[in-house]
């Protein structure tokens, strides 16, 4: 398996192996349909994706990771942060290592870009393992404060201030 940028090829299998992964989502509405391959392609159209990244084995995508820009409503602040979400790993594929390495891969990529960190929001569980915790300076409107992960990728102090994702995740 390899960890790689997406390309133009890849955006089908994305968009189909994101569905797959949400669906029946447990923090969906019973009966909803997915709508996060939608956030992928319009973060996607909006040139919004900082990172996209896909696990391929032998010529099939596995697995996708979406990273993009968030704001801080924090007047004094320059840290630059990204969102990570959504993270997808085909059904049949879950529990086999592909959606650690792409974790990983995503982390060690925006590490090198320079970013300070990184939001996202998740089971604290899965999440933690990376690194990833609650910081109670950091918001999101609408979700219960454990749920908001954050992580440092930089020694730059972490601002306060309430986050805001790209466009592209509310459907705009």
């Known amino acids: 398996m390899i960890i790689r940028n997406e390309q133009a090829t890849d955006i089908s299998a994305i968009e189909t192996l994101t569905y797959q992964a949400f669906l029946d989502h447990p923090h969906h509405e019973p ?3 997915p709508t996060e391959h939608l956030i992928v392609n319009r973060l996607r159209d909006a040139g919004a994706l900082t990172l996209s990244l896909v696990a391929e084995d032998d010529g099939r995508v596995l697995g996708h990771v979406a990273l ?4 801080i409503a924090a007047a004094d602040s320059n840290w630059l942060g990204l969102g990570l979400g959504p993270i997808s790993v085909l059904p049949e594929q ?3 290592g592909i959606g650690r390495a792409l974790m990983e891969a995503a982390l060690a990529q925006a590490k090198a870009m320079d970013f300070d960190g990184i939001v996202l929001l ?3 569980e899965l999440y933690q393992r ?3 915790k609650a910081e109670s300076q950091l918001t999101l409107e609408g979700v219960p404060a454990e749920y908001f992960l954050a992580q440092r990728l930089s020694d ?3 601002p306060a201030g309430a986050v ?3 466009a592209g995740f509310y459907g705009q």
């Open 68 to 71: 993009s820009p968030v704001q």
């Open 94 to 96: 879950q529990g086999n």
């Open 31 to 33: 009966g909803a349909k």
């Open 156 to 158: 730059k102090p972490l």
């Open 122 to 124: 998740g089971e604290p």
């Open 164 to 166: 805001s994702y790209h």
């Open 130 to 132: 990376f690194g990833f």
